[in-house]
């Protein structure tokens, strides 16, 4: 049975990223997808093609990225990509994980990076002189008030960006590609509202949704604020697609217990590899009980708000007004459907 292999290129060796199984049905003989790092192929696309044609995923792609470690000097995350970029598109790498990259402020945080995450590549770090010329500042904003540069270090006006390795620096061009480190200041606290109270002592619950940085799950957090409990955990594993917001629903599947939905950018064979506004819904007190994802919009939105309203075609369940804005247009447009059933209600264009 023959094999499809898709192949990376890096550092002059060639990687197999992962290989597809084709059935005997399927008449192939032998074909490499060669991705250079300034055109990759998208694997959804590829791997949804595939499977319209009777192909069956074998292994899942192999990558040496680190793993999301937690430095105890700051209690900041940080993990390593191992997929050359050129700095601004690593910057936008990170920014898009609710990241930065690493910014390295000091000695003790040199050596955690050097020491757990260095893999004898230069790696890029948050630091450019590309505003203003021998003036460097860090992408966060921060003082700069350390510096370690290597003995033979050279600024020059074509070289704007700091790359690292073990224990110096170095300023490479807009055009050359190195690895890169992300860098997350906290966990990523996205929304938070009220919810009815859910353990009979009179007082509402209050929830609030962020993403866990170090099981990389998006978790829901009620509390009782009356006794300062938590009477709920709610964890949504939607991979890297920071989720929106999220809304309290009425109770749909008559347990007496208000729903939790949150809202995606949601990415697979049932959506689009594009991302599709999407909202998952679970039992507010049960976090086994997902009941639902009803879909918004379509593939050409970005989702931005998400908001819950009354019932107001006469089955008891809440409505969802999702807004979203064209990827190619910028434009506006809000829809709202009902939480049970997931009918269209209505659209506004804006």
């Not at 594993?237 to 995606?264: C, H, K, M, T, W």
Request: net charge neutral; charged share 20%.
């Amino acid at each position: 049975m023959p094999y499809v292999f898709f192949i990376q290129e890096g550092a002059g060796l060639l990687r197999v990223l992962y290989a597809v199984r084709i059935p005997k049905k399927v008449k192939v003989e032998f074909y490499i997808f060669y991705m250079q790092a300034s055109s990759m192929i998208n694997k959804q696309a590829l791997t949804y093609a595939l499977y319209l044609s009777g192909a069956a995923m074998l292994t899942t792609t192999v990558k040496a990225d680190s793993n999301r470690l937690q430095w105890s000097g700051n209690k900041h995350f940080y993990q390593r990509f191992d997929q050359p970029l050129t700095w601004q598109a690593a910057k936008a790498k990170c920014e898009s994980r609710s990241a930065h990259l690493v910014t390295i402020t000091s000695d003790l945080e040199r050596d955690f990076v050097n020491n757990n995450l260095y893999r004898d590549k230069a790696f890029w770090i948050g630091g450019s002189d590309a505003a203003v010329e021998k003036r460097f500042t860090w992408v966060t904003g921060e003082k700069w008030l350390y510096q370690n540069w290597g003995a033979t270090f050279k600024n020059s006006q074509s070289a704007d960006y700091i790359w690292s390795t073990t224990y110096e620096w170095g300023v490479n061009s807009a055009g050359d590609m190195n690895v890169y480190i992300c860098e997350w200041s906290t966990h990523s606290y996205i929304d938070f509202a009220s919810v009815p109270d859910l353990n009979g002592n009179g007082v509402n619950e209050v929830a609030l949704l962020y993403v866990d940085y170090v099981t990389k799950k998006h978790v829901i957090k009620i509390r009782d604020p009356k006794t300062d409990t938590v009477i709920s955990t709610l964890t949504f594993n939607a991979g890297s697609r920071v989720p929106q917001g999220f809304v309290v629903l009425n109770d749909l599947n008559g347990n007496g217990v208000p729903e939790i939905g949150v809202l995606y950018s949601k990415i697979g064979v049932l959506y689009s590899e594009f991302g599709q506004p999407s909202v998952d819904i679970k039992d507010a007190k049960n976090n086994m009980a997902y009941l639902n994802t009803l879909r918004f919009l379509n593939p050409s939105f970005t989702p931005l708000k998400i908001t819950v309203s009354a019932d107001t075609n006469g089955n008891g369940s809440s409505e969802i007004t999702v807004l979203g804005v064209g990827k190619a247009n910028n434009m506006p447009k809000a829809e709202t459907r009902d939480s049970k059933t997931g009918a269209l209600l209505n659209d506004t264009h804006f």
